[in-house]
């Protein structure tokens, strides 16, 4: 049984915010979940894709200003914009873009990857829809295609449309 001295440096530990300067792999291991149906659902361990550490380092590194992957399909790119996803809506908050090919395919991700991400992920949950015990499908203020967190917006639009 811990003391209640420990209990409540624990609990001060879990309410501290999680500082700027955290890259995008280091919070990606600390705080990030791959949902199930994925190759690996569980923990985020950056060992499964260390090629993408730097791609996702890159993101949160001032000097950088175009960030290029060229790379096979289906390798795991996608799990990776999650996390930068992730990362900036709980660490620094900003408003965001996501351009897809198509207005149909950014409907799917939000549909199958991003809500799932968001519900399977424990410090994004509240942020994306407060204390709410709801998921984000029954939530007014979210819809497919314009996500809503404390401090910022995720709005995902199709490079085919106006």
Known sequence: MKSADELMRITLKGLRPAPKHLTVSRWAEEYSVVSAGNAY????????????VEVMDAFTDPAVERIVVKSCSQIGKTEVLLRVIGRFA??????????NPTLEMSQDFSKSRLSKFIEDTKVLKPLFYGRRETSLTR????????????????ALCGANSP
């Open 41 to 52: 659902p569980g923990r985020w361990r950056n060992e499964r894709v260390p090629y993408f």
């Open 139 to 154: 939530d007014a203020n979210q819809t497919i295609l314009s996500k809503y967190y404390r401090g910022g917006r995720l």
């Open 90 to 99: 709980h660490v620094d908050p900003c408003p965001m873009l996501l351009i």
